[in-house]
């Protein structure tokens, strides 16, 4: 079963608006990734956020994590055309010798130019 | 280097045909994954290698054998697989297994 779970499920905004997508989780975490995937190829690490940490960025991307929430925000600013892909968060859990990373169901963003 | 390939980027097979899927990545990252993706969903890992070891395995049909020869090189054999077997498959690596994965552009495989 999936432990993320983005929200939005789709979201279409205007080049240059900001496009915000949320992902909730059940279980105590270790870290939590975003991954972008352009359409029918690989996925291309965004964003990678500890436990201990609340808010990290890269250059348009700013991720936050509340963990008494079990939830993460990314926001990307400024949008543009090329940002059209499918994100996934992606959560590996904070205990477990063989534990894996779990993706989300994942969010398509469309960018109209 | 931060890339991994694999090859080949498109395969059709036949349900008796016996095929091989190949990642690469020299990152000397020591962890590798097989994961396979559905359209429109999203990736279901099947296999993971840490130090050249299958560390996991979720239950995956034994038409489907992993192998991986060095810390470089991760296979799949495919043998007898179904038409709903058709999926894009995707190789990652990552230094640890809690780590960053990098991905592959992946194999997308048609089964006739």
């Known amino acids: 079963s999936q432990q993320g779970e983005e929200d939005p499920q789709a979201l279409s905004i205007q080049e240059g608006e900001n496009a915000t997508m949320n992902c909730s989780y059940k279980t105590s975490i270790n870290n939590l990734q975003w991954y972008r995937q352009n359409s029918g190829r690989g996925l291309v690490h965004l964003i990678l956020i500890r436990s201990n940490e609340r808010e990290k960025h890269s250059g348009r991307l700013r991720v936050t994590l509340d963990t008494s929430k079990k939830s993460s925000s990314l926001l990307i600013t400024a949008s543009r055309a090329a940002d059209t892909a499918s994100y996934f968060c992606a959560t590996f859990p904070g205990t477990g010798a063989n534990s894996k990373l779990t993706f989300g169901k994942g969010i398509t963003l469309s960018v109209r130019p | 280097d931060t890339e991994v390939t694999q090859t080949p980027k498109h395969l059709v097979m036949g349900m008796t045909n016996k095929k091989s899927l190949k990642c690469e990545q020299h990152m000397g990252h020591r962890a590798m994954y097989w994961y396979k993706q559905k359209a429109k969903k999203p990736p279901e890992l099947m296999f993971v290698y840490s130090y050249e070891k299958l560390s996991i395995n979720e239950s995956v049909p034994s038409r489907f054998s992993p192998e991986c020869p060095n810390s470089s090189l991760l296979n799949l054999h495919l043998h007898a697989l179904q038409p709903e077997d058709s999926a894009l498959y995707l190789c990652?690596?990552?230094?640890?297994?809690?780590?960053?994965?990098?991905f592959g552009p992946g194999t997308r495989l048609l089964v006739l």
């Open positions: 990652a690596s990552s230094q640890w297994q809690r780590e960053t994965q990098y």
